[in-house]
């Protein structure tokens, strides 16, 4: 091992010099604490220093402070001081400027042996910890560019609020709210062409955090996300006319719930609403499973509730039943959906920003386009929470009918069921 010693008497140099050769050390000698500092300045091998306390331009106590001021040096130097005080003041003194032991002069030879041994010792486990250190902070590395890869995945699966509307020509848009509380979330929204006529959209809320939730969020997007242009849970392909089942909400909770049972995990689950438009009459079906009511804000400023059943979570118990509710946007009417985590969004005093205040906050901006409505929102919460940092998921979804059709499209009508029988009559679209 390499030992830096300090000491202004050059015969106690040249005597610890020889007692550290013979025991097989490299030594390098400095005659006060400026000079020693420089040393280990140029030297990064020196990892252990016997200094003398009193001595020129620097002296030991302020030397020792210097190699611990501001965890200087990237390795660990364990100090041992040497000196003739006695006082057990000293021994606290030198203690605390940094040193890690403490010997009298005149010293045993024998027992400074002893303590170089454990300091080496104290050295090596600094260096297993250190390379321990240095793979934990690797992995966290690895894992913290896995999560931001998993983020932007997150956050390439939300709806596109300018190149995915599809249904502008019929006078309905979107806009959303996401902010994560970690760098993945999991909740989830989607607006899906079912066909021409008829739009899908939902918003779920995926119990617990982190990394499970989110790959419970990333799989529910892919399994229900498949409607667009797709077969799948939301609707199915059929052979004669209107060539498309779209499944009603309640139906498509119901097999979703059913697909979403886990035997061995039972806080698997999650809240959603989800919802079918028809945009040729403005009708909204919605069914929802244990999800916060939806808010509509007309187009006079005023909110109402849009009271459902409620429903059970999505996968905490089979065959469960979800109830529908229907509702028809008039022109300039605002449809809003949203997680708990706006809700129970506390402030430092531990006061949540509730629903109540949700509705609020909506009336006042009501004026405002729907892109500003939420922008508007959003800061209101941040400045409720007093951070950008969030305990749970922000979320909100929110529909406008913002001008009437360009297209002249039928109403829909109610047409008789299909007869499997006599094959006549065409398949009901429970909307």
């Known amino acids: 091992m390499k030992i830096l010693v300090v000491d202004d008497n050059e015969d106690m140099l040249l005597l610890l010099m020889q007692f550290l050769k013979n025991w097989g050390h490299d030594v390098l000698l400095a005659s006060n604490g400026a000079e020693a500092w420089h040393i280990l300045e140029e030297n990064d091998q020196i990892q252990f220093v016997i200094s ?254 849009v009271e459902g059943a409620g429903g059970v979570p999505i996968g905490m118990l089979p065959d469960m039943l979800y109830d529908e509710t229907e509702l028809t946007l008039s022109l300039h009417d605002r449809l809003f959906f949203y997680t708990d985590g706006i809700t129970e969004c506390e402030n430092r005093f531990g006061e949540q920003f509730s629903q109540e205040r949700l509705i609020e906050t909506l009336i006042k901006y009501a004026n405002l386009p729907l892109d500003e409505i939420v922008a508007e929102l959003a800061a209101e919460i941040r400045l409720w929470r007093g951070s950008t940092t969030y305990d749970d998921d922000i979320t909100l979804f929110a529909i406008e009918k913002y001008a009437q059709s360009k297209e002249n499209s039928i109403p829909e009508d109610v047409s008789a069921p299909f007869d499997a029988d006599s094959g006549q009559g065409e398949i009901v679209i429970a909307l």
Request: hydrophobic content about 40%.
């Open 52 to 305: 003398d306390w009193n001595m020129p331009l620097m002296n030991g106590i302020e030397f020792c402070r210097k190699i611990r001021e501001d965890n200087y040096f990237d390795r660990y130097i364990y100090v041992i001081l040497l000196t003739a005080r006695r006082d057990q003041l000293d021994l606290v003194e030198g203690m605390e400027a940094g040193a890690d032991d403490f010997m009298g002069k005149p010293f045993n030879k024998e027992e400074l042996r002893v303590r170089i041994r454990a300091g080496e010792r104290v050295i090596q486990l600094e260096k297993i910890l250190e390379e321990r250190n240095k793979k934990l902070r690797e992995a966290q590395d690895s894992l913290q560019k896995d999560l931001q890869a998993a983020a932007s995945l997150q956050k390439s699966l939300l709806p596109d609020k300018k190149e995915s509307q599809p249904f502008l020509s019929h006078g309905f848009r979107y806009e959303w709210l996401y902010v994560p509380a970690a760098f993945i979330g999991g909740d989830s929204i989607n607006f899906l062409r079912l066909d021409s006529n008829h739009a899908g959209f939902y918003i779920v809320d995926v119990a617990g955090h982190g990394i499970p939730s989110a790959m419970t969020s990333v799989m529910l997007h892919q399994t229900l996300s498949a409607a667009n242009g797709q077969a799948g849970l939301l609707k199915d392909d059929i052979s004669f006319t209107p060539h498309v089942y779209i499944r009603p909400p309640a139906e498509a909770l119901y097999e979703l719930n059913n697909t979403s049972q886990h035997e061995n995990d039972a806080m698997n689950y999650f809240t959603m609403i989800y919802g079918v438009m028809d945009v040729r009459t403005s009708r909204i079906t919605l069914a929802q499973a244990g999800h916060p009511p939806a808010i509509l804000l007309r187009a006079d400023g005023s909110a109402e509730l």
